[in-house]
């Protein structure tokens, strides 16, 4: 069984430019979360979907990000315009069933803005 | 005062003994716990999780969870290079269904 992919698994881009991350999860997980580490802190929650819908989306740090899960199969996760301070790695993770913190991450999207 | 606490490390430990691992809490409320294993430029994946106060163990390695203190620890019985990793402690606040919230990480390694 594939485990949860992501793409690209790294990305180089501009202040100012736009990038788009995808995420595949495991096939039949309805719970799709991205999360993300940047330099030298903690791996932080972004936002959690159950199937196409938003479930939580909190931790967005603020309308440059846009998620969208579209038919509740892979999401997209799209940073415009794209930031210093974005630079990072974006990791998604999902599971089954009842959201417990049980979860099957990728290998992430590692994200630099020069 | 950060959510979830770790001492980064490293945390050296020679071949075939016993490594602590330590993590605490500021949410007295939660009531989920997990440790999570990364090797360099991997995935985090999940080794342990624990719901309940005591010990919980699964093969070499053993979870304990101390709600009072609010307090969880991993041992790793007879430590192998292969367990050289940084191990992630998370928590599962009661304010949120979605998220977790990690740790800094604990970076273990295991010396021939």
């Known amino acids: 069984e594939a485990g949860v992919t992501q793409f690209p698994s790294h990305s180089v881009i501009e202040k100012g430019q736009t990038v788009t991350l995808r995420c595949d999860p495991i096939?039949?997980?309805?719970?799709l979360y991205w999360y993300r580490r940047v330099m030298g802190k903690e791996i932080k929650f972004l936002l959690h979907?159950?199937?196409?819908?938003?479930?939580?989306e909190s931790g967005m740090p603020n309308n440059r990000f846009l998620a969208e899960r579209t038919g509740g199969t892979y999401s997209t996760l799209k940073v415009q315009p794209a930031e210093l301070e974005d630079s990072g790695v974006y990791f998604c993770?999902?599971?089954?069933?009842?959201?417990?913190?049980?979860?099957?991450f990728g290998e992430g999207s590692r994200l630099t803005v020069l | 005062q950060k959510e979830v606490e770790q001492n980064s490390g490293p945390l050296s430990v020679p071949e075939g003994a016993i490594a602590s691992l330590n993590c605490t809490y500021s949410?007295?409320?939660?009531?989920?716990f997990f440790w999570y294993r990364q090797y360099s430029g991997k995935s985090p994946e999940l080794i342990m999780s624990?719901?309940?106060?005591g010990d919980k163990e699964d093969g070499r390695f053993t979870a304990q969870l101390n709600k009072a203190s609010q307090y969880v620890s991993l041992l790793i019985r007879d430590s192998q290079p292969s367990d050289s990793a940084t191990y992630l402690c998370?928590?599962?606040?009661?304010?949120?269904?979605?998220?977790?919230?990690f740790g800094s990480g604990t970076r273990l390694s295991i010396r021939p």
């Open positions: 993770a999902s599971s089954q069933g009842r959201s417990t913190g049980e979860l099957f």
């Open positions: 096939s039949g997980h309805d719970n």
């Open positions: 979907f159950v199937k196409e819908s938003k479930q939580d």
């Open positions: 949410d007295r409320g939660s009531q989920s």
């Open positions: 624990i719901y309940s106060n």
């Open positions: 998370a928590v599962k606040p009661l304010s949120s269904a979605s998220k977790i919230i």
